[in-house]
């Protein structure tokens, strides 16, 4: 890709960050690498803006200006912070968001799953919802977690280690099969 690369507009997954205490600085830059729309929580933006990342979106209802100029208030009103933001993104069409956690809450999202795409980086963990049918190339020994409790499971490529928790069998594709419109997966950062 050439150095003068045209980014569009809602091109890339916004990147909503409402917690960043475990969270990898690497990983963090990786997910700034195309510029994407930044919205952040009062607690999240002095740290934000400490590591010079360009704020969009504050979700409080008053924004500190003395953070950066530029910044656009998102009231939250009587929503969770994270369903004041999902609002917004599905709103204003964004097609995509990452979303940086410490507080895992998936019952704020599940209203939004078929409306965005969206994977929610917790802690080590990068989780995401997949429909019945999905598959993905993996390594072998990758650990994989199922998060929402699946009817009538039918997997390939795993086994089972206890309850909701399997591991690849080898290097190659894995896939799920179940009753359920979606299942919350995890695999390890």
Known sequence: MSSHHVVREKQEPALLVLGLENFSDELLGQLLEWSPT??????????????????????????????????????????????????YLVTYNYPAVNIVTDELQLKDYLFYIDKINMVIFHSDKKIYAVNSGFSKWKPAGEIIELLSDPQQLHFSGLENIEGNRFKTTHDGFFSLQFEQPFLFIAEDL
Not at 44 to 70: C, F, H, M, P
């Open 38 to 87: 930044v919205i952040v929580t009062q607690l999240t933006a002095e740290k934000v803006n400490a590591y010079g990342i360009k704020i969009d979106w504050v979700i409080a209802n008053e924004v500190d200006e003395s953070l950066q100029s530029d910044i656009k208030l998102m009231p939250a009103g009587n929503d969770t912070l994270a369903e004041a933001a999902m609002k």
